[in-house]
């Protein structure tokens, strides 16, 4: 049995039904505890009663943890999301003592495969980290972090609860969406734990943990029904700043921001994949939510092209859409096809 938890809000719904759909094809058994970060969340995925899923409410998760709710009052929306993340690891070590392992994941990864070699690689280790594995290129992007909170387990020992609570204490005193004296978010304050704790492990599988910032170091390719990444199988991908541009057919997956020529395996089998999953789980959505699959990453023409009120920006915004429009930087999705 895995155990998994993970967050979001209901803009975010669609994407962790997703990953909750990528999970049962690829692995036999497992629980996922998702916080609920509204009571929309909370409420439609009580009425959807999955197999599997224990729900955690806001209102449950606070009640007696005053430190967090003292921290909630100078956070945006996002940074106490992101200030939630270490408590939510203790939460559930504490409130469910079957719990052996626990593996918070992003809301926006998405499996390909079964997450077993991870756990084997992981061993006996009382916390795996993953790194962003920049490439030469992007390594001044170190800035936001080494490792990336997109997977982290703990192992319900001395060594991981040392650990865990060392980063609530950090993340309770500073975790704001911004790079300042050496911290980012929750993110940055992972920089040293192989050195900080013991019996820390960074996974090195390159299936693991693939995203458009670490791309570039890699070969993808489709070999029978499997996606190998330097012959290894692609386990999760994190679809991290995929966004819409028109309606449903128009997306940026953000690849020219982190120097990326996505090949057809990319488009295709990946980001194909993925984008028809959101969509089906947002039409199953529909009697019980108007919330649109993708709203927590909807580009807002409203805001960026008709309010604009400079004839530069506006020229920017439509040079820069039109550019990646032909050089095959967006995805385009018509009648459930992927050009």
């Not at 982190?258 to 295709?268: D, N, Q, S």
């Amino acid at each position: 049995m895995y155990y998994f938890c993970t967050y979001f809000d209901q803009n975010y719904l669609a994407r962790g039904l997703a990953l909750y759909r990528s999970l049962k094809r690829h692995c036999s058994e497992f629980k996922l505890w998702v916080l609920c970060l509204d009571n929309a969340a909370y409420e439609i995925l009580e009425k959807l009663d999955l197999p599997g899923v224990y729900l955690i409410a806001m209102e449950a998760f606070e009640r007696n943890d005053e430190p967090l709710r003292s921290a909630k009052q100078s956070r945006s929306k996002i940074a106490y999301y992101f200030t939630c993340t270490p408590s939510l690891s203790l939460y559930i070590l504490n409130n469910w003592p079957e719990v052996d392992l626990i593996t918070y994941v992003d809301a926006d990864i998405f499996f390909f495969a079964s997450p077993m070699p991870l756990f084997e690689e992981l061993g006996n280790s009382s916390v795996a980290i993953i790194g962003h594995r920049f490439p030469t290129h992007l390594q001044d992007l170190e800035k936001y972090g080494i490792y990336n909170v997109g997977w982290l387990s703990f192992r319900r020992d001395e060594n991981a609860l040392i650990c865990l609570r060392w980063w609530r204490e950090r993340c309770l005193e500073w975790c704001y969406d911004q790079v300042e004296d050496g911290r980012y978010a929750d993110q940055k304050y992972l920089d040293d734990w192989p050195e900080r704790f013991r019996n820390v492990i960074v996974l090195k599988h390159k299936g693991a943990n693939l995203a458009p910032w670490n791309l570039a170091n890699y070969r993808l390719f489709r070999d029978g029904a499997r996606l190998l990444v330097d012959e290894q199988p692609l386990i999760f991908f994190h679809f991290n700043g995929l966004e819409i541009i028109v309606s449903q057919y128009l997306y940026n997956p953000n690849w020219r921001n982190y120097g990326v020529r996505p090949c057809l395996v990319i488009r295709r089998q990946v980001y194909a994949n993925y984008i028809r999953t959101v969509l089906d789980v947002g039409r199953q959505l529909l009697p019980i939510s108007a919330i649109h699959p993708f709203s927590g990453n909807v580009r807002k023409q409203g805001d960026q092209v008709f309010k604009i009120r400079h004839l530069g920006r506006l020229f920017r915004f439509v040079f820069f859409l039109g550019k990646d429009i032909l050089t095959g930087n967006c995805i385009f999705v018509v009648n459930g096809l992927i050009i």
